[in-house]
């Protein structure tokens, strides 16, 4: 009985103990509830579900305070009390444990055994684990002492408390009523000095992320009609991008070994409005001619020549990056082409971004530098310099909004091609959504998933971040902790999926006039989809089956020619099979296809979710 | 229920009579003022029939150190007052401490857990 009325005790008190603030959120769905971040783990949540973000404002309060500490490297005295108590209560904890197994052991043993009768002392003297038990309870007490200096009145309640018959009993109590006083102190320092952001985004395999609405959290624009759930597959803005994706790559497909003509055009122009734009700047002859100064500014034997120097090797390096920027389509397959295409257009871009921001203010400075110069000392080549570094400063203002429009587009265009996550799972938006932590405010939010704007499909990721921050006496937010909980899209039952677009590869299976062997055409495919609560790999794996319509080319006596298909596919449409016919042609067909975005962003995004 | 008091060696029995019994001891040697108080403190925190306290512990107050039997002598050494010394059940000394003033009831209950074992 005593000992029940012991561990009694010791959980109350060890319920007080500090944990790590972030995992005093609890998420709550339709079909289950987690509590804290667990990254391992990605649940599934109803494509018409709410998910309420719940966050236990007292002991978060305390949890974060306990973080929080005083700002400093160095653990406050109250940090330091309250890891010593939280340390001595599990030490506490463990050794009562063993002691009771200890007991049970031996009280089982002599039950079975009444003639041996074991003695409880002498398993108590040699019991491995309890001994362990008991050299874990010591180190407890010794952290214990160093109360004394922190915290003398908590130390000698602690202490007094050995003294009497139920002491460990006493001593949890005692810390127990410590702890409860910590807390209060530990929730006015989180409520001065704390702030908690949380953010919500989706993140679709096979598109941008996109930041959603977190009311009191964020001003993000939600859908002005609730979504329910339909049965018809609908084309919506994804399938528009699919099949625009599928037709730029059939050609592809017709020549693995090169990127499309189209695309080799478009570059062309890229490269050559970059080469024009050199031309009409005379970069290359401002580079040679800043190369020519720097060398004579080291050459000459004057010493006031030190700004001169420095400008105009800073100035000949922005020109130089200018001068040497090139598109590039290296790559040994599509994908690795395109993805080279896309970064090369954004260091393209960035550079073109640097070099009108850099160089007019450069030229500027080293031709002030030389001037400055020249005033001091009359130099010929000096004069030169200087009027050739004013005039091409004057044709960078001249063309800088040329240059920026020129900078933008590439970047806008590397964009599309290399669409990634970075701008809505930032640092920058969770700090943005930041609250002050009070301790009047509720924390808590949903997330209706219902009025997300825009398409949102089965298995799109939601990803919550959520990050405690220090904030200073001006307000500056300084991250503490950070943490995320992705969820993946799910319905259930039968349900369809929007229409996809895809490349598929039409064999003909009936006699035809040409000569034709997996005629890669675009494809539109209407799928349904089935999904099991409990099963994540089968709803993973997202087998659907449907009807695959495409515009085949089969005879030359026909101007159009359409194929009904039946098929299946897997991994979110990502591979198409099936067996169909053309209308026109009057001839069978069997496929295999896949969706080349899809294909792509994948490649981007690491693989499969 | 009153504190236990601590045995006082020679004037309630003699050190070999205590140390024959089957418990952990903790022996306070010397008759200072100090040695009487953490002798009461050993007594104090002897008292303990739960959570640990199923090994028997005995506080001993030696206020004579011509009570000190000679194999414990032999073991301990000199003896300042006040020393505290603390035996298993069957007799082996863990440890022998000077006091530095500063050690309390926490201290002396890790010196019998210490024993205890």
């Known amino acids: ?609 | 229920m009153p504190m236990p008091a601590p045995v006082i060696v020679p004037r309630d029995k003699s050190l070999d009579q205590v140390l024959a019994t089957d418990q952990v001891h903790m022996i306070i040697i010397g008759s200072s003022q100090r040695a009487t108080e953490l002798a009461e403190l050993a007594g104090e925190v002897s008292d303990r029939d739960e959570f640990g306290g199923a090994v028997p512990r005995c506080a001993v107050q030696v206020t004579d150190d011509d009570a000190v039997t000679p194999a414990l002598r032999q073991e301990v050494g000199e003896t300042p007052d006040p020393t505290i010394i603390t035996l298993k059940r069957d007799g082996t000394v863990v440890r022998a401490v000077l006091d530095d003033g500063e050690i309390d009831r926490i201290d002396l209950e890790d010196m019998f857990l210490e024993a205890g074992v």
């Open chain 1, 1 to 609: 009985m005593k000992l029940r009325l012991i561990a009694a005790a010791l959980l109350l008190a060890t319920s007080a103990l500090a944990q790590s603030p972030l995992n005093d959120v609890q998420f709550k769905w339709g079909n289950g509830q987690q509590n804290g971040f667990q990254r391992k783990t990605t649940p599934e949540i109803d494509r018409y579900d709410s998910l309420a973000i719940n966050v236990d404002k007292q002991k978060f309060l305390t949890d974060a305070g306990a973080q929080l500490g005083n700002g400093t490297q160095t653990p406050s005295d109250l940090e330091t009390e309250l890891s010593i108590l939280g340390s001595f209560l599990k030490q506490v904890g463990a050794y009562h444990a063993a002691l009771l197994n200890t007991v049970a052991s031996v009280a089982k043993q002599n039950a079975a055994n009444p003639g041996a009768q074991l003695s409880m002392v002498d398993a108590m003297s040699s019991d491995p684990q309890l001994a362990q038990a008991r050299a874990g309870f010591r180190s407890g007490l010794a952290d214990l002492k160093k109360l004394k200096t922190i915290d003398p009145q908590t130390y000698a309640a602690v202490e007094q408390s050995f003294g009497s018959s139920s002491a460990y009993v006493s001593a949890a109590n005692a810390i127990e009523n410590r702890l409860n006083q910590l807390s209060a102190t530990l929730q006015q320092n989180a409520a001065a000095t704390g702030a908690l952001g949380l953010t919500a985004t989706i993140v679709p395999p096979d598109a941008a992320a996109r930041p959603l609405h977190l009311p009191n959290y964020d001003q993000v624009a939600v859908s002005s009609t609730i979504a329910v759930p339909n049965y018809i597959p609908v084309v919506d803005a994804r399938t528009q991008r699919e099949i625009t994706a599928a037709e730029d790559f059939r050609d592809v497909a017709k020549s693995l070994t090169q990127v499309s003509a189209q695309f080799q055009a478009s570059m062309k122009e890229l490269q050559t409005s970059l080469d024009t734009l050199r031309t009409s700047l005379k970069t290359q002859v401002l580079e040679v001619q800043l190369n020519s100064l720097i060398q004579q500014v080291r050459s000459s034997a004057r010493t006031d020549l030190g700004p001169v120097l420095t400008d105009a090797t800073a100035a000949r390096d922005l020109v130089q990056q200018l001068n040497s920027t090139n598109l590039t389509i290296d790559g040994t397959t599509d994908a690795q082409r395109l993805l080279n295409v896309a970064n090369s257009m954004n260091t393209t871009a960035q550079a073109l971004l640097d070099a009108s921001k850099g160089i007019p203010d450069d030229l500027n400075k080293l031709a002030d530098d030389t001037e400055t110069a020249v005033r001091n000392t009359a130099d010929a080549t000096l004069s030169q310099s200087e009027a050739m570094v004013r005039q091409a400063a004057s044709d960078f203002l001249a063309k800088q909004t040329f240059f920026i429009t020129l900078a933008n587009n590439l970047m806008s265009l590397g964009q599309l091609l290399a669409a990634d996550s970075r701008l809505a799972l930032s640092a920058d938006r969770l700090a943005a959504a930041a609250r002050n932590l009070d301790a009047n405010t509720d924390y808590s939010t949903t997330l209706d998933l219902r009025t997300i704007p825009g398409d949102v499909h089965v298995r799109d990721n939601i990803v919550v971040q959520a990050a405690l921050y220090r904030r200073d006496a001006n307000g500056q937010l300084t991250q503490v902790s950070t943490d995320s909980q992705a969820f993946v899209v799910q319905r259930y039952n039968i349900f369809p999926d929007s229409v996809r677009g895809g490349l598929i590869f039409a064999e003909p299976r009936s006699k035809i006039d040409r000569d034709i062997s997996y005629q890669p055409v675009p494809a539109l495919g209407y799928y349904w989809r089935t999904g099991f609560r409990g099963h994540p790999a089968w709803n993973a794996m997202s087998p659907s089956f449907g009807i695959t319509m495409a515009l085949l080319d089969f005879s030359d006596a026909n101007t159009m020619e359409l194929g009904f298909a039946g098929g299946i596919s897997i991994f979110r449409d990502l591979a198409w099979v099936g067996y169909g016919r053309n209308l026109q042609a009057k001839a069978n067909y069997f496929y295999v296809g896949t969706n080349p975005l899809l294909l792509v962003k994948l490649f981007q995004n690491g693989g499969l979710r």
